[in-house]
């Protein structure tokens, strides 16, 4: 947790943002993509994407290689099944599955087959609750208590600080992952809400960041009591159907009900073993519940990046992509966080970080059998989407090796070297493999990636 001076600093730092939502107005603070600042809010056009002219010329990602790289990943059984999406100047370069869907009579994957995104669904939550906002319906700093009246925490006064925006943002105040370890035992997410009340705190909401599941999908009650409308019927309308996400759906119903949908697979004694999706995280829908397929998450890429601004306009992706909250353990973990980030934050659903010098917005989860990572270089234009059926670390690997060949960076090895085109692996990387173990399904959760 940062000290009081460093979270005043912190706070400073975003000043322009955080009185945007103090004041809860519908309108979004401008945002810099490719260099070039946003607009004022203004009726969407197809003016407000933003401008390529300012994008530097970079090496260009050589897109038959990513694919053989995704190829080799699925060579030999190593992982049973993975779909990537690369988009840029919002234009689909590459949406293909690899590998099967069931590593025992499974179908081909391919870029229709759906995937559970984990906590990758956070973005979906942040968005949908900014469109809500720039229709009036909510304010940033609108308070928690107003839609849930019982909702309550342990420290006097502070459930009716709550605003929306530290929903979406992790800083509720509550002990990381509360409840999480009671929601995979299978307790009742309304149940785990109020023990809240006698849940410790590590600060008064809005102070600090602890990533959360239960507590984060409040946002759903919120949603419905100021729509009248289920949170995934809200989200179906206003983000899945004008962007033509036509594959994507909420809860395991959905994901069964799904024409080609991919199963989660666990480590065995004879390797990877497809088992039942687990239905806990999918009961706090906003947090873990999206299903969809790499199709799909072209076409999130292609609005995220700003080339949809007839359903996200420009300053409302500025205000989901300003981090409010440093989150300095995003820089330890796997080897391309520590040399690669300098810096890292929360947005509303999104993790903002420094990546070499360069911004990259990022999202990624993790449920028993499942993996998805999702990344945006903005002043490239680029982004990729990965979703795997398996708990095999080795596709994450793919994303740093994508960014780096984007930016022109070398001096690092994310991917194992016989995964690698040949011409490449001397002269662009070098280090060690990174470890492509599966995890064990026990320790299976929905994570921050």
Request: neutral net charge; aromatic residues 8%.
């Amino acid at each position: 947790m940062m000290d009081r001076t460093g979270r005043r600093a912190w706070r400073l730092g975003l000043v322009a943002t955080l009185l945007s939502v103090a004041v809860g107005s519908a309108a979004q603070s401008a945002m810099t993509w490719n260099g070039t600042a946003a607009s004022a809010p203004t009726a969407a056009t197809a003016s407000d994407a933003p401008s390529l002219a300012a994008r530097p010329l970079v090496p260009a990602v050589n897109i038959a290689e990513v694919e053989a790289m995704a190829q080799q990943l699925v060579a030999n059984g190593r992982i049973p099944g993975l779909a990537v999406a690369i988009v840029q100047d919002g234009r689909v370069l590459s949406a293909r599955g690899y590998g099967v869907t069931d590593a025992h009579a499974g179908s081909p994957v391919d870029a229709h087959t759906v995937f559970r995104l984990a906590s990758l669904s956070k973005s979906f939550a942040g968005t949908v609750t900014g469109i809500l906002v720039n229709d009036g319906v909510l304010r940033w700093d609108s308070h928690l208590v107003d839609y849930v009246p019982d909702f309550k925490l342990s420290r006097p006064g502070a459930a009716e600080q709550v605003t929306v925006a530290d929903l979406l943002s992790h800083r509720v105040g509550l002990t990381r992952n509360a409840y999480d370890r009671d929601l995979e035992a299978n307790a009742d997410v309304r149940s785990l809400t109020l023990r809240m009340a006698n849940a410790p705190m590590t600060c008064a909401p809005g102070e600090c960041y602890a990533y959360q599941n239960v507590a984060f999908s409040l946002i759903g009650d919120i949603v419905f009591a100021a729509t009248g409308q289920f949170y995934s019927e809200t989200v179906a309308r206003r983000i899945f159907k004008p962007l033509g996400m036509h594959d994507a759906s909420y809860g395991l119903e959905g994901l069964e009900a799904s024409a080609r949908w991919a199963r989660p697979h666990v480590r065995g004694r004879g390797g990877w073993v497809p088992v039942s999706p687990k239905p806990n995280y999918y009961r706090v829908a906003p947090a873990a519940g999206v299903n969809a397929s790499i199709s799909d998450m072209a076409q999130w890429l292609i609005a995220q990046s700003g080339h949809r601004p007839d359903v996200l306009p420009a300053p409302l992706l500025a205000t989901l992509h300003t981090p409010l909250v440093q989150t300095p353990s995003e820089l330890r973990g796997s080897g391309w966080r520590r040399a690669r980030l300098s810096s890292a934050g929360y947005a509303l659903g999104w993790r903002v970080f420094d990546y070499a010098g360069h911004q990259v917005v990022f999202h990624g989860g993790a449920v028993q059998g499942y993996r998805t990572a999702m990344a945006m270089l903005p002043d490239r234009d680029l982004g990729i989407a990965i979703l795997w059926n398996s708990e095999s670390a080795l596709p994450s690997g793919l994303l740093p090796t994508v960014l780096d060949r984007a930016l022109g960076i070398s001096g690092g090895q994310w991917l194992d070297e016989d995964v690698l085109p040949d011409e490449s692996t001397q002269t662009l990387y070098a280090g060690k493999p990174a470890n492509g173990a599966g995890a064990d399904a026990s320790a299976a959760q929905a994570s921050p990636f």
